[in-house]
């Protein structure tokens, strides 16, 4: 079973600080992403990634950035968090390949920034 | 850009009614669609694809869906509902011009009474 594992079920940091969310797979998927989930938006894409050190802007990324060091981890930095930040973040990763494969999640990080 | 459409943002029924949950999208070129559930606590599961070929897809757990290329929808239906389907369920939507990424629509509440 493909597992994506997110460091943080839950997180609570104060305005201004820098953030750090690791998502971690361990199906070598080459396709990694990062949503934010908030009510009534659904899932909106932040970032996303093909390849090692490569990195593509989503819809939201405003805020936001990436690194991705190694094919298994992408991480989300928040270099100084806002309250309209707060939400649940989802990583996800997928195969890469002629056909589109389906995406898999990880349980999601709930960040509240005060 | 592509948009996806959910017809109801909280649908409440009892066990062993029948369900039908509405998804449009917005793009006129080839798409793959997907249904996904949350359940309570959990991550982003799969329920079921469409790529190509018969219209009328099957999944997990007793759901079906239906593309109907006309009308740019894919609903999702299930004959006879279980306390258990109580979720949220996420259309989305991968267009042949949007690389590996899904467009997610806002999501639907199941409540389902026992």
């Known amino acids: 079973d493909v597992k994506v594992t997110q460091s943080s079920r839950y997180l609570v940091k104060r305005t201004g600080e820098k953030v750090f969310l690791e998502c971690v797979q361990d199906m070598d998927h080459e396709n990694m992403f990062w949503y934010r989930q908030d009510p009534g938006l659904g899932l909106r894409l932040i970032y996303f990634?093909?390849?090692?050190?490569?990195?593509e802007k989503g819809d939201i990324p405003e805020g936001y950035s990436v690194s991705r060091e190694k094919k298994e981890r992408f991480s989300l930095i928040l270099e100084s968090a806002s309250t309209n930040q707060t939400s649940m973040y989802l990583c996800?990763?997928?195969?890469?390949?002629?056909?589109?494969?389906?995406?898999?999640f990880g349980p999601g990080t709930r960040l509240t920034v005060t | 850009a592509q948009s996806v459409s959910q017809h109801n943002h909280h649908v409440i029924l009892s066990e062993a009614a029948s369900l039908e949950l509405g998804c449009n999208y917005s793009y006129g070129g080839t798409v793959n669609l997907f249904w996904y559930v949350q359940y309570p606590g959990q991550h982003l599961q799969l329920l079921l694809k469409?790529?190509?070929?018969?219209?009328l897809v099957k999944g997990i757990k007793g759901f079906e869906a239906e593309f109907i290329k006309s009308k740019f929808s894919f609903n999702l239906r299930k004959p006879s509902v279980q306390w258990s389907d109580t979720a949220e369920y996420f259309c989305a939507v991968n267009a042949d011009n949007y690389g590996q990424n899904f467009v997610f629509g806002p999501g639907t509440r199941l409540s389902v009474l026992p």
């Open positions: 996800a990763s997928s195969l890469t390949g002629a056909i589109i494969y389906e995406q898999y």
């Open positions: 469409y790529f190509s070929g018969d219209p």
């Open positions: 990634s093909y390849d090692v050190k490569m990195k």
